[in-house]
């Protein structure tokens, strides 16, 4: 009894929680707000990184790409397209309400496409607009060393620059050699 109790309890839960999730991802609003969370130290990354999918704080961006690439993200993305059971559905089987159902359905049909795109247009490039958000953070809680990257990476560019001008007028001016050929194609 013990173990059959245990998973049905789990089953409930997990459809519950389920049907959480599908209204976080059923406005725009809804899931921007989720995705943009205040800073919260009580939460793993301080609450920064999100699946909303899976309604789950992740520590940092590397571990939240590692995620949605990996196997339990993808395996609830398919349980997300499945749509949730309700009891309007128990009504129809039972031959009750037949017409709420039917235009429940009907609604369903028509929104849940423009839903899915939404979704899908929200969340495609989340950890590359945290990596964005990281950056510039990083870049106002230290100025200097900021302008001091930007200013090394100008000279080295520049330096790469020079070198490419080099080379080149050092080829026009005597052909390659057959040894140079070989070390440096
Ligand atoms: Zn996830």
Same mark, same amino acid.
């Given at each position: 009894?013990?173990? $059959?109790?245990?998973?049905? $309890?789990?089953? +409930?839960?997990?459809?519950?929680?389920?049907?959480?999730?599908?209204?976080?991802?059923?406005?725009? @609003?809804?899931?921007?707000?989720?995705?943009?969370?205040?800073?919260?130290?009580?939460?793993?990354?301080?609450?920064?990184? $999100?699946?909303?999918?899976?309604? +789950?704080?992740?520590?940092?961006?590397?571990?939240?790409?590692?995620?949605?690439?990996?196997?339990?993200? +993808?395996?609830?993305?398919?349980?997300?397209?499945?749509?949730?059971?309700?009891? @309007?559905?128990?009504?129809?089987?039972?031959?009750?309400?037949?017409?709420?159902?039917?235009?429940?359905?009907?609604?369903?049909?028509? @929104?849940?496409?423009?839903?899915?795109?939404?979704?899908?247009?929200?969340?495609?490039?989340?950890?590359? @607009?945290?990596?964005?958000?990281?950056?510039?953070?990083?870049?106002?809680?230290?100025?200097?060393?900021?302008?001091?990257?930007?200013?090394?990476?100008?000279?080295?560019?520049?330096?790469?620059?020079?070198?490419?001008?080099?080379?080149?007028?050092? $080829?026009?001016?005597?052909?390659?050699?057959?040894?140079?050929?070989?070390?440096?194609?």
């Amino acid at each position: 009894m013990g173990r $059959y109790s245990v998973k049905r $309890y789990k089953t +409930k839960r997990m459809t519950r929680q389920l049907d959480q999730i599908f209204d976080d991802l059923s406005t725009p @609003e809804s899931i921007q707000k989720l995705k943009n969370q205040e800073e919260d130290e009580t939460l793993p990354g301080m609450g920064q990184y $999100y699946c909303v999918q899976c309604a +789950k704080y992740f520590f940092d961006n590397t571990s939240l790409k590692g995620h949605i690439r990996g196997k339990v993200h +993808k395996r609830r993305v398919k349980e997300l397209k499945v749509k949730p059971y309700t009891p @309007e559905e128990a009504d129809f089987a039972a031959g009750v309400n037949v017409e709420k159902y039917l235009d429940r359905v009907n609604k369903y049909k028509n @929104e849940e496409e423009q839903r899915r795109l939404m979704e899908a247009e929200l969340l495609k490039n989340q950890t590359e @607009e945290y990596e964005l958000r990281d950056r510039q953070k990083w870049e106002q809680m230290y100025p200097e060393k900021a302008v001091e990257e930007a200013q090394k990476k100008l000279e080295q560019e520049s330096l790469e620059k020079k070198r490419a001008l080099k080379k080149a007028q050092k $080829y026009e001016l005597e052909p390659l050699t057959d040894d140079e050929i070989q070390i440096d194609p």
